[in-house]
């Protein structure tokens, strides 16, 4: 299973419902990777703008290769593109890590 998981499609971050009786089931696709082995996994909560995706992606990535741990690398990414975009664009804000 590798380390990070960076699930770049609509809705690849959202969970089954959380609560009672659901303790140690797998709740999404985030959960069945993690439950697997991934030490990481980054995933959206809706849907995604292409053009967005991959900017986030590129900026992710940049920062990992500087050095950056990934909950660093994707708080930069959403950053950048929330400047380059605007805030009120909310592509940037689909992005959540589990791990």
Partial sequence: MPLLVFSNACQTGLTGPWGPGR???VLGL?????????????GTQWELVD??????????????VRGANVGA????ARLR????????????????LYG
């Fill in 81 to 96: 593109v929330a400047e380059e975009e605007g805030e009120a664009s909310l592509g940037w804000a689909t992005y959540v």
């Fill in 73 to 76: 690398a994707l708080r930069a």
């Fill in 23 to 25: 303790e140690g089931r």
């Fill in 51 to 64: 053009g967005i995706g991959a900017r986030v992606a590129a900026h992710f990535y940049d920062s990992l």
């Fill in 30 to 42: 985030s959960g069945a990777f993690l439950v697997s082995g991934a030490r990481f996994y980054v």
